[in-house]
């Protein structure tokens, strides 16, 4: 394992999941940043024996300095929702070019690059396109590198997609799917992934990789295994897709920082197929079935009941 990694985006999905791990591994040092207050406070509980430095990355500051001496970089860092496009532009592209910055001056060796499966959807939005500006900046910055692009991740500390969802299906009667629900998911196991990060790390493998999810499942189906896996009691009813777009605009009128959008609405019925590659024998690392990591997310006394904020 490389003596000192540098986190960004700590606080999130990936980075509470792959700090775990890397802790479990061994990991010489670790250095985590994230600008985030309430998840950063969850993330120095968790992990006492790890520097945590709370600050945006979008801006100078001491997180800078954190780089010095440091083998390797994992960017995580990503606006993943939201109605704001400035946001995007700040949290993916602008943070991205000053992180660039302190990586060249510290003569960082070695990067993970976070980027996601949407740089290859046919989806427009902030995300896809805020994304894609993101793996190209990282890509062109000259340093070794791996690019790995996950599909749709779930896991612990999920407090957007699947996990969301989870908690909502708890608390409602009835559970709305748009449309018919046939339409096709690759959901990735935030755990496998945070494995291939940390192969990535002991090898200095290069090279883009597309990671996506092993098991084809349609959502509507992927929502009855999520109802079996939580132990919820609600109804799951289909509605027609107007319906439910009306139902997020007006959901977003009255939520500053909404957890689903008509963005990610449109995102979820594109009929994308991403590649699936080996990449259980490319990392070395053993996949782990769909129910099997559902119920390890969900019914895991460790960390299933840690709800991250938005």
Known sequence: MRKRIVVTGAAGLVGQNLILRLRERGAAEIVAIDKHP????????????IKVVQEDIAVAGQWEHELA?????VIAHAQIGGINPAEFVRNNVSATERLLEAIHRHRIPYLVNISSSVVNSMAIDNYTETKKK????????????????PTLMFGWFDRKHIGW????????PVFPVPGSGRYLRQPLYAGDFCDIVISALETGKTGAFN???????????????????????????RIPYRLFDALLRIDALLNRDPPFTTDQLKALMTPDVFEVIDWPKIFNIRATPLREALFQTFRDSRHSDVVLDF
């Open 69 to 73: 001496g440091c083998s390797a970089v």
């Open 134 to 149: 993101q793996e190209a900046l990282i890509a062109a910055s000259g340093v070794k590198q791996v690019i790995l692009r």
């Open 38 to 49: 309430a998840n950063t406070a969850v993330l120095r509980s968790l992990n006492p024996d």
């Open 165 to 172: 969802l989870a908690r909502f299906m708890k608390r409602t």
């Open 211 to 237: 990671i996506t999810g092993l098991e084809r499942i349609d959502y509507i189906d992927l929502i009855c295994a999520l109802k079996e896996s939580t132990g919820a009691r609600t109804h799951i009813q």
